[in-house]
């Protein structure tokens, strides 16, 4: 139930009030006290897919003077949702934007940290989704740049950071059984995406004209080639036709090698979604060597690392959800980013459908939580 006696801090009306162009068709303008989720990204690229993400965008309210943060506030599956990105890469601002989050929006339960990351090859591809879950005697993700180098050459970290909220890893365990039953709706919400804002469609939305340099040699047809093809075969089947002087020949085997190939193209194209352990700290990995050390300092259980959720995870109940753009190298790929935050923003409303709002609403207030550390 929210909290309504609550009292605000003092407010500012500075760039929050702004009018806003009307992108989605309601614009409810709800209190403080009415949002109870959380949902931070680090750069605009993610802050763009989970606005594309919500079912309605609300207008923005009045925010404290000494909160710098920038929301946007909207729902999605029955939930109102605060959405933030960080003035900067890091743990320490992913900890600050958390924190004045949780002050000017006291009723938030829980929060998501959405955005992409680097994969750990062979285990992860570009493309995949990467979420935050307890593996071995780790809570879901580690800060691998803070702890002590032992002789053995096993790294031991310093403290231990909080494992997600059981409500979102009970969700996330569900939404594994909707995923083996039914497949998944990330490709769907991509869908929806495209057709609500065609603008993003080229970068957000797909992935055909993008390519994984580890998949190269398991290369499929995209739907645009099988297009071109199948109206090269059946206008080749048409002369041959006329030049023989029969009209028998009908081209339904290149429709049904279409629809097949088609179908083949999708499949392929469907989301893998992994869980476990996420490496984050405040430097940036970008070599091969370093990025399978890394693996191998863990236990080989590492899938992806990143640069802010642990600087939320502690003091900010939250699970981390990453779309895979590069492999840690000295490649850097960034073409696979864009749409690599849209799968990972799509797969938090798909996680999001799978907890009821009454289940939030029970949970402990994320100011409490950050009051006691």
């Known amino acids: 139930m929210a909290e309504s006696s609550q009292s605000q801090p003092e407010q500012s009306v500075s760039g929050q009030n702004k009018p806003i162009p009307d992108i989605l068709p309601c614009r409810k303008r709800l209190q403080h006290d009415a949002y109870t989720i959380g949902w931070v990204c680090a750069l605009s690229k993610e802050q763009t897919a989970a606005r594309a993400m919500l079912d309605e965008e609300h207008e923005p309210l009045p925010i404290p003077r000494n909160d710098h943060n920038v929301y946007t506030l909207g ?69 691998w740049d803070m702890g002590k180098l032992e002789r053995d050459g096993r790294f031991v970290p310093k403290g231990s950071l909080n494992r997600p909220p059981n409500v979102l890893l009970n969700a996330s365990n569900q939404l594994k059984s909707n995923h083996e039953m039914y497949g998944s709706q990330i490709n769907e919400y991509l869908d929806d995406v ?31 080639e099988v297009y071109f093809l199948s109206w090269l075969w059946q206008a080749i089947i048409a002369i041959v036709a006329y030049l023989l002087g029969s009209w028998a020949i009908n081209p339904v085997n290149s429709e049904v090698r279409l629809s097949e190939n088609t179908e083949g193209a999708r499949a392929l194209r469907e989301v893998r979604v992994h869980y476990g352990l996420i490496a984050s700290g405040n430097k940036v990995v970008e070599n091969a060597q ?36 590069d492999y840690a190298d000295s490649e850097k790929e960034k073409s696979w980013q ?23 609403d029970a949970e402990d207030l994320a100011k409490a939580i950050l009051d006691k550390g």
Not at 107 to 128: E, Q
Not at 345 to 359: F, M, R
Request: some cysteine; glycine content about 8%.
């Open 194 to 224: 495209e057709r609500k804002f065609p603008r993003l469609a080229p970068k957000y939305t797909r992935c055909e004209r993008l390519q994984d340099p580890l998949l190269v040699s398991k290369r499929f047809w995209t739907p645009r």
């Open 290 to 325: 370093s990025r399978d050390l890394l693996d191998k300092r863990f236990g080989g259980h590492l899938l992806c690392v990143e640069m802010e959720a642990a600087g939320l995870m502690n003091d900010f109940p939250c699970i981390v959800i990453r779309g895979i753009c």
């Open 338 to 360: 864009e749409y690599a935050a849209a799968v990972a923003a799509a797969y938090a409303k798909e996680l999001l459908g799978c907890v009821q709002p009454s289940v939030v």
């Open 75 to 143: 729902s999605i599956r029955g939930h109102n949702v605060v959405i933030a990105c960080l003035p900067d890469m890091g743990t320490n601002p992913a900890a600050t934007v958390a924190t004045s989050m949780v002050n000017t929006f006291q009723s938030i339960r829980f929060g998501l940290m959405v955005g992409i990351g680097g994969g750990i090859p062979p285990k992860v591809n570009l493309g995949d989704v990467v979420v935050s879950q307890p593996v071995a005697d780790y809570h879901g993700v580690i800060q």
